[in-house]
């Protein structure tokens, strides 16, 4: 079946425009098709999406490099490096044709700037590290391409361009065939995948299973000396995982420092503990209440394999290294099927005690 390969030509332009058009006839003459961007002026970013994309379709990629650098984008380098840079990442077979002696070039079409020769030396070291030719004069340029061209699609064939009318009736459906039987094995391994990930959920404790949480409480006695006044003691309580779930996942919903889980934690029980604590210590005014970050790593742990939360190493401003928790996708929509109100059913959002501090604090009786 015969190709057409549509091949990018990247260069300067106004110095190169004789042996432009040498390499545009070396690759008529292979039956390839030229594409470049001779009449786009590169001359700002908005049209480097579009310069990817003519790349992206191509096949194969020439640059050519004289005695000029070009012009450049906002990170300095000009779009014909940044174009060659493009290709390798891409993975398009690339092949260079860079100047013998381009000390000979004369001054009107050689880089007058000092930085310029610099980057134009340092580009010329990268695609010199690469497949590379050299050439003297247009002419010799136009063979060295049509020759080093012919070699590199023998050595790397590509997908290349085909007239529908000339694809036969039998090949495609041997391609639509191969295709199809490449997409239902890669929904297969996506379907086990599902399956397995499924699985080891259903495998872990989450939803109404029960976990038991220590925590640490404080208690004040206004009525002794200053150092005598705080006692301490440890208890322990058993909620659902989905208690625990919900007592920290709102605030990372955005991601949000680790410490947000440990106070969500906290917030809990101090919502369970606090009414039945003061009850049964009469006189005694309620301190702090501390989980113990056994606890907190056990909870994030559950729930970093169960596939509701990750975690991630973050950096702030001044440079400090710390860690830094969000929802994923799965739990995310957990958190919203758990929590949203029902139809049929009343929405009720209760203050906290620790909701009524920060209100307090918010507001200056001065200012009323």
Not at 72 to 82: H, N, P
Not at 339 to 358: F, H, I, L, N, Y
Request: glycine share 4%; charged share 30%.
């Amino acid at each position: 079946m015969e190709k057409r390969y549509q091949v990018f030509l990247s260069s300067t332009y106004i110095d190169l425009k004789e042996e432009r058009l040498e390499v545009m006839r070396a690759l008529l003459e292979l039956d390839c098709i030229p594409s470049g961007m001779e009449y786009f002026p590169a001359a700002n970013d908005d049209q480097w999406s579009f310069i990817q994309d003519l790349i992206d379709q191509c096949d194969y990629y020439i640059v050519v490099v004289g005695a000029r650098y070009g012009s450049t984008s906002e990170d300095g380098l000009s779009f014909t490096e940044k174009e060659y840079r493009y290709a390798i990442d891409k993975g398009i077979p690339v092949i260079g044709f860079v100047h013998a002696q381009p000390e000979s070039i004369p001054q009107g079409r050689a880089e007058a700037e000092p930085e310029a020769r610099r980057k134009l030396e340092s580009f010329r070291t990268l695609v010199k590290s690469r497949l590379c030719k050299e050439w003297s004069s247009p002419a010799e340029l136009g063979a060295v391409v049509s020759r080093s061209l012919t070699q590199l699609i023998k050595r790397n064939p590509r997908p290349g361009w085909v007239r529908s009318d000339r694809l036969t009736t039998t090949e495609a459906n041997e391609e639509i065939l191969r295709l199809r039987q490449k997409i239902d094995k890669r929904d297969e391994q996506i379907r086990r995948l599902a399956h397995e990930k499924s699985s080891a959920i259903d495998s872990l404790a989450h939803g109404e299973d029960q976990v038991e949480i220590s925590f640490t409480v404080t208690l004040t006695d206004p009525t002794l000396p200053y150092a005598e006044r705080h006692s301490k003691y440890t208890s322990e309580r058993v909620f659902t995982w989905d208690e625990v779930y919900k007592s920290f996942a709102p605030h990372l919903m955005i991601p949000s420092k680790v410490s947000a889980i440990k106070s969500g934690m906290t917030r809990l029980i101090k919502e369970k503990e606090s009414a039945e604590i003061l009850t049964n210590n009469p006189g005694l005014n309620l301190g702090a209440i501390a989980v113990p970050d056994s606890n907190v790593q056990m909870v994030i742990i559950q729930f970093t394999a169960i596939g509701f939360i990750e975690v991630l190493n973050a950096e702030d401003k001044d440079g400090k290294h710390y860690k830094q928790a969000r929802l994923t996708e799965t739990g995310l929509q957990y958190l919203i099927n758990a929590s949203a109100a029902k139809r049929g059913t009343v929405a009720r959002a209760r203050a906290t005690q620790e909701d009524t501090d920060a209100l307090d604090e918010e507001i200056d009786v001065n200012d009323l």
